[in-house]
């Protein structure tokens, strides 16, 4: 089964930046989509960015001119660079990625994907 692993969460004040990796090992076929989300404590999980195998990107609005999604697939690695970041953002952040294209018609929806990395703590104070 592949494994997905975030790694470059940490605490920064308001209008710093961050860069998240996801690093995807076990697994040697192409996703169709990959993505981020965030939880933040007592909210539902919610999509951030999402990129498909094509490279197209979508963002929920929140973020949108902030963050960029990006992937290197001979590194099978997902990259989500925040700048400007907020109190607002302040969540754990989840990679995640599904093999089928039906995930297309909802990108940013987190029930579309199957697979999920643990998480990384962002958190941004004012």
């Given at each position: 089964?592949?494994?997905?692993?975030?790694?470059?969460?940490?605490?920064?004040?308001?209008?710093?930046?961050?860069?998240?990796?996801?690093?995807?090992?076990?697994?040697?076929?192409?996703?169709?989509?990959?993505?981020?989300f965030?939880?933040?404590?007592?909210?539902?999980?919610?999509?951030?960015?999402?990129i498909?195998?094509?490279?197209?990107?979508?963002?929920?609005?929140?973020?949108?001119?902030?963050?960029?999604?990006?992937?290197?697939?001979?590194?099978?690695?997902?990259?989500?660079?925040?700048?400007?970041?907020?109190?607002?953002?302040?969540?754990?952040?989840?990679?995640?990625?599904?093999?089928?294209?039906?995930?297309?018609n909802?990108?940013?929806?987190?029930?579309?994907?199957?697979?999920?990395?643990?998480?990384?703590?962002?958190?941004?104070?004012?």
């Amino acid at each position: 089964l592949p494994q997905l692993v975030e790694s470059g969460g940490d605490s920064v004040q308001t209008g710093g930046e961050l860069r998240l990796s996801c690093q995807v090992t076990g697994y040697t076929y192409k996703w169709y989509c990959m993505a981020w989300f965030r939880q933040a404590p007592g909210e539902e999980r919610e999509g951030v960015a999402a990129i498909s195998s094509d490279g197209a990107t979508t963002y929920a609005d929140s973020v949108k001119a902030r963050f960029t999604i990006s992937k290197d697939n001979a590194k099978a690695t997902l990259y989500l660079q925040m700048n400007n970041l907020k109190p607002e953002d302040t969540a754990m952040y989840y990679c995640a990625a599904d093999s089928r294209p039906l995930v297309a018609n909802r990108p940013l929806s987190a029930r579309e994907y199957t697979y999920w990395g643990q998480g990384t703590q962002v958190t941004v104070s004012s």
